[in-house]
C-alpha cells in the first residue's frame, strides 16, 4: 500500500495537495532490484518517470468492489495528485472494465464512479436492502462517503457539487422517502455522524462550494447526532479540530451550544 490514506482522510494534518503527493512519491519510490536494492528509495527517480504523463489507466474485473466502494482505489488513483504536483499538468484517469469478459469498455474514473453512485448510493432499491441490515451496513455507506472525499484529492473533477448535493438529499434530506436518519439513528449513529463530518469536511477543505444554508443544514444534523447519542470518538468527528472549529463558527443555536458541549 501507499500508506497515505490516513494523511489523505486527516485533512487538518495538511494545506496543500503538494504534502500529500510528496507523501506518496517518498513511499511509492522504492526500487526492487536484487537482494542489496530490495524497496530502497531512490530519490528523484519516480518524479523523473512522471514527465508526460497523459494517462492513468486501472483494470476493475470484478463486481465485488467499485472505484467508490473500495478506498485503496483513491489511493493508488492519488498519483494523478503527484503528477499534478511534479508536472503541472492534471492525466485524465480511466477505467478498463473487464467484468463482461466478451464486452470490454473503457470508461473515465468520473463516469465509473457515477455509475456506481447511481446503482448503490443513491439508489433506493439498493438502499432498502441495507436497511435490512445493520451497524456494518451503515458503517460500509460512511466508508464510501469517505471515499469521495479521498477521490476529490486525489482527482479534483471527479468528484464535483453534484455528487456532494445528491449525497446531500439522500441522507440529509432523505429524499427517497426512506427513513434514512432513523435508521442510522437504530442501527449505528456514529455512522451518520462521519459522514456528516465527512461532508462538512470536504466544504472546510474547499473541495465543495456548498451554499451556506446547505452546509448550515449538514451541521445542524451532526451536531443533533452528536448531542443526542454522544460523540462517536473517530477521528471525523472527534479528532479533526480544524472542523470542530469550523462547524463552532456555524450559526446552529440551541444544536450548536450541545454539540459543543458533548464534544
Known amino acids: 500500500g501507499t500508506g497515505i490514506m490516513r494523511l489523505v482522510e486527516r485533512g487538518d494534518l495538511w494545506n496543500d495537495e503538494t504534502e500529500v503527493a510528496e507523501r506518496y512519491l517518498a513511499n511509492m519510490s522504492g526500487v526492487y532490484r536484487d537482494a542489496s536494492r530490495w524497496g530502497t528509495p531512490v530519490k528523484g527517480l519516480l518524479e523523473y518517470n512522471l514527465n508526460g504523463t497523459e494517462l492513468m489507466l486501472q483494470s476493475r474485473s470484478s463486481n465485488v468492489w467499485g472505484p467508490a466502494k473500495l478506498d485503496h482505489v483513491y489511493e493508488f488513483a492519488t498519483l494523478a495528485t503527484a503528477v499534478r504536483a511534479k508536472t503541472g499538468s492534471d492525466p485524465k484517469i480511466w477505467f478498463d472494465d473487464l467484468r463482461s469478459p466478451t464486452k470490454p469498455r ?155 458541549a458533548e464534544i
Request: a negative charge; hydrophobic letters at 40%; glycine letters at 8%.
Open 106 to 260: 473503457v470508461e473515465t474514473a468520473r463516469a465509473a464512479l457515477r455509475e456506481e453512485l447511481r446503482t448503490t448510493l443513491w439508489n433506493p432499491k439498493y438502499l432498502k436492502g441495507l436497511q435490512r441490515e445493520g451497524a456494518g451496513a451503515a458503517a460500509s455507506t460512511a466508508k464510501t462517503v469517505r471515499n469521495l472525499y479521498g477521490w476529490n484529492v486525489a482527482q479534483p473533477e471527479t468528484i464535483d457539487a453534484s455528487v456532494w448535493e445528491e449525497t446531500t438529499a439522500v441522507f440529509v434530506d432523505d429524499a427517497r422517502g426512506l427513513g434514512i436518519r432513523e435508521w442510522f439513528e437504530t442501527q449505528n449513529p456514529a455512522a451518520l455522524q462521519d459522514m456528516t463530518a465527512v461532508m462538512l469536511e470536504t466544504v472546510r477543505k474547499g473541495y465543495w462550494n456548498a451554499p451556506p444554508e446547505t452546509v448550515e443544514k449538514i451541521a445542524k444534523l451532526h451536531a443533533e447526532l452528536v448531542a443526542k447519542h454522544g460523540a462517536s470518538g473517530s477521528y471525523e468527528t472527534t479528532g479533526n479540530q480544524k472542523l470542530i472549529e469550523f462547524i463552532g463558527t456555524l450559526p446552529l443555536g440551541e444544536a450548536g451550544d450541545a454539540y459543543r
